[in-house]
C-alpha cells in the first residue's frame, strides 16, 4: 500500500521548508532518497526537482518510505520523562509549570502523543490552576464581568466565599450543596468556572463529585486529592465525550504525529471543541502556545 506524506501549508516556497514543516529529515541525503522514491532520478536539488517534490507535498501526495517513522525530528528518541523535564526546567511558563508537568506526565501515561501533549498543556497555560476557583473581581473592566459570575456574587456571596480561591480553602461539603442547587437548576441561574481545565457549568458538577469522592466525605480536601480528581475527569472526558478530538487529530496526522504544525493544531482543537473559552481569539494564541510548548518539550 502506498502511503504518502501529509500536505504542507500551500504558502510554502520551498521543498526543505515544507518538510521542515511536517516534521520530516529536509537534509539532501534525505531529499535524495524521497525524490527516487517519487520518479526522480539522479536527484541534484535543481529548481524543477524541487518544485515538483514542492507540489506533490502540497497536494498530499508525496511517497513515503514505508519504514519512515512519523517524524525525524532529531530529539525524537528522548522520553516522555525527558520532555516533561524540559518544560519544567525551562523557566517558561511560571506558576503554571506545576501544572502543566504533572497532566503531562498524566496524558503520557494514557498513551497521548507528544503533540497533542503540548497541545494540551498550551490551554492549561492559559486558563487556571489546580483547584483554582474563577474570579469575579473584575475591578478594572467591570462591564467585562460575564452576566453568570454577577449572578453568582449577588446571590450566593461567590466573590466573598469562592472567587479567586482555591478549593483546599473552602468548605467541601458547602461546596457540594451548592453545585447541587446550580445543578437543579441546570446551571441557568448562576455558574462558575473551576480547575486546571476552568470547568464550568454543567461540567463543574463532576468535578465537584470527584473531590468528595477523593475526600471520603470530608470537609476538607488536600491539594493531592485535587490533582487526583481533575487528572482522573481530564482523562475520563478525553476517553468518553470528547474522545473525536483526539481522534479526528490523530487521523488528520497520521503521518505527522511529531511535529510543531501538529502541536498547533492540537491546540486549537482542544481550545476550540474542549475548552470553549468565550473568546474565540483563543484559539490562534494557544495554538501558537502548543508550538512552543512542543519546541520546548522537545528540546529545540
Not at 525524537?76 to 523535564?85: A, G, P, R, V, Y
Request: with cysteine.
Amino acid at each position: 500500500m502506498t502511503t504518502y506524506y501529509p500536505s504542507c501549508n500551500s504558502s510554502i516556497q520551498s521543498i526543505v521548508d515544507g518538510l521542515k514543516q511536517i516534521g520530516v529529515d529536509s537534509s539532501k541525503a534525505n531529499r535524495d532518497k524521497i525524490a527516487n522514491l517519487n520518479g526522480i532520478s539522479n536527484y541534484s536539488g535543481s529548481p524543477d526537482q524541487n518544485i515538483t517534490l514542492l507540489n506533490l507535498l502540497k497536494s498530499g501526495k508525496l511517497i513515503k518510505s514505508k519504514g519512515e517513522t512519523s517524524s525525524s525530528n532529531s530529539n525524537s528518541n528522548l522520553s516522555n520523562e525527558d520532555m516533561i523535564k524540559n518544560i519544567e526546567n525551562s523557566g517558561q511558563f511560571g506558576k503554571k509549570t506545576n501544572a502543566m508537568g504533572i497532566i503531562g506526565r498524566l496524558l503520557f501515561n494514557h498513551g497521548y502523543e507528544n503533540s497533542f501533549v503540548a497541545g494540551l498543556l498550551a490551554n492549561i497555560y492559559h486558563e487556571g490552576d489546580f483547584g483554582y476557583f474563577e474570579s469575579s473581581k473584575y475591578v478594572s473592566n467591570p462591564k467585562a464581568k460575564p452576566k453568570y459570575l454577577k449572578i453568582m456574587d449577588d446571590n450566593y456571596d461567590y466573590a466573598n466565599k469562592y472567587s479567586g480561591k482555591i478549593v483546599t480553602e473552602v468548605n467541601l461539603k458547602e461546596l457540594k450543596a451548592l453545585s447541587d442547587k446550580l445543578k437543579s437548576d441546570k446551571w441557568q441561574n448562576g455558574k462558575f468556572g473551576l480547575g486546571t481545565i476552568q470547568w464550568t457549568g454543567e461540567r463543574t458538577g463532576p468535578l465537584v463529585d470527584l473531590y468528595v469522592e477523593e475526600a471520603n466525605g470530608s470537609e476538607k480536601i488536600s491539594l493531592n486529592q485535587v490533582i487526583a480528581a481533575e487528572g482522573k475527569l481530564i482523562i475520563k472526558e478525553l476517553k468518553s465525550n470528547y474522545s473525536n478530538i483526539h481522534n479526528n487529530w490523530k487521523n488528520n496526522h497520521e503521518n505527522n504525529l511529531c511535529s510543531e504544525q501538529a502541536a498547533y493544531d492540537a491546540a486549537y482543537e482542544i481550545c476550540q471543541k474542549y475548552e470553549v473559552p468565550y473568546d474565540k481569539a483563543q484559539y490562534e494564541i494557544r495554538a501558537n502556545t502548543g508550538k512552543k510548548v512542543f519546541n520546548i518539550m522537545m528540546g529545540n
